[in-house]
């Protein structure tokens, strides 16, 4: 496993942007596949995009495509979701996530950082 610390959430009003970032500690960071989840309250944790260990591949809920961008520096050991034309239905308790797979599918991924929260107001 290794350890994932989420930073860069936080309130931001309907149709502006924030990146988030998620450092990884502990294993090698660049064999693994990393992805963000989200969780709002009463919902079920749901995928929001997933990048491949090499950064060839990415994929994202249609919920977010075209809006958010994941990239990731494996010099720095970091990914960063850049959220672009935030709408208050992206208000979530976001999750950092890392795996062996580039899935769309929780129960592939055996490292998940503490989350944070990302609240859009209209």
């Known amino acids: 496993q290794v350890e994932l610390v989420e930073s860069g959430g936080g309130l931001v009003q309907a149709g502006g942007s924030l990146r988030l970032s998620c450092a990884a500690f502990?294993?090698?960071?660049?064999?693994?596949?990393m992805a963000w989840f989200r969780q709002a309250p009463g919902k079920e944790r749901e995928f929001v995009a997933v990048?491949?260990?090499?950064?060839?591949?990415?994929a994202y809920a249609d919920s977010v495509r075209d809006r958010f961008t994941l990239s990731r520096d494996n010099s720095k050991n970091t990914v960063y979701l850049q959220m672009n034309s935030l709408k208050p239905e992206d208000t979530a308790v976001y999750y950092c996530?890392?795996?062996?797979?580039?899935?769309?599918?929780?129960?592939?991924?055996?490292?998940w950082g503490q989350g944070i929260q990302v609240t859009v107001s209209s």
């Open positions: 996530a890392a795996g062996d797979h580039t899935s769309h599918y929780r129960d592939q991924y055996d490292s």
């Open positions: 502990g294993r090698t960071f660049s064999s693994l596949a």
């Open positions: 990048i491949s260990w090499s950064g060839s591949t990415t």
